[in-house]
């Protein structure tokens, strides 16, 4: 029992510590006209980024209502802001529904997509995990996708400054976002 302890104990100690940070927070996809968008597109400008996909039922929309609510709370100093929603469905996902998707929710948040290879690399220097889930049977268009969920903010710089986890309250989200906008004030 206790070299059984021991070896599980051995085991984590060399396991990659996974903190949650982005292995490299750069990305380059397209928005909805069809431009291509890096990280540097909003260099200046804090970034609230998450990933899903139009056809989520429940954490999407949750958390992109979520977005919305952020933005309208801050009012004036969402100027200083850029809400990013990058698929993980490219397949279905194209730069039109990711653009009318965001829309709907606020105009401001802008829907990133691209090829499929390039949506994984972007999602794997996040450390956000995806599979695509097809119920036996279903048609080849017919699946869901399996996600992380949360948004991670990148300050001005496009360095990491932290993630919010999924279900984190909007007045929470919006008293950092602002604290952290005060630091950069002063700096």
């Known amino acids: 029992m206790v070299i059984a302890v021991a070896l599980v104990g051995l085991s984590t100690a060399h396991a990659e510590y996974d903190d949650g940070r982005p292995r490299n927070p750069r990305f380059l996809l397209m928005d909805s006209q069809g431009h291509s968008i890096d990280e540097t597109?909003?260099?200046?400008?804090?970034?609230?980024?998450?990933?899903?996909?139009?056809?989520?039922?429940?954490?999407?929309?949750?958390?992109?209502?979520?977005?919305?609510?952020?933005?309208?709370?801050?009012?004036?100093?969402?100027?200083?802001?850029?809400?990013?929603?990058?698929?993980?469905?490219?397949?279905?996902?194209?730069?039109?529904?990711?653009?009318?998707?965001?829309?709907?929710?606020?105009?401001?948040?802008?829907?990133?997509?691209?090829?499929?290879?390039?949506?994984a690399r972007v999602a794997e220097n996040y450390r956000v995990r995806f599979e695509v889930v097809r119920e036996p049977g279903a048609a080849e268009a017919e699946y869901s996708v399996d996600h992380s969920a949360g948004m991670f903010l990148l300050g001005p710089a496009g360095e990491y400054l932290t993630k919010f986890a999924y279900g984190t309250p909007v007045p929470v989200i919006v008293r950092r976002l602002k604290a952290y906008f005060d630091a950069a004030r002063y700096r």
């Open 41 to 119: 597109t909003f260099a200046g400008r804090f970034q609230l980024i998450t990933f899903g996909y139009t056809f989520c039922p429940d954490v999407c929309p949750t958390t992109l209502a979520e977005m919305a609510q952020v933005l309208e709370a801050l009012g004036d100093g969402a100027a200083g802001l850029q809400p990013i929603f990058i698929t993980v469905d490219p397949a279905r996902d194209t730069p039109e529904v990711v653009g009318r998707y965001t829309a709907f929710f606020d105009a401001r948040i802008v829907g990133l997509t691209g090829a499929p290879a390039l949506v």
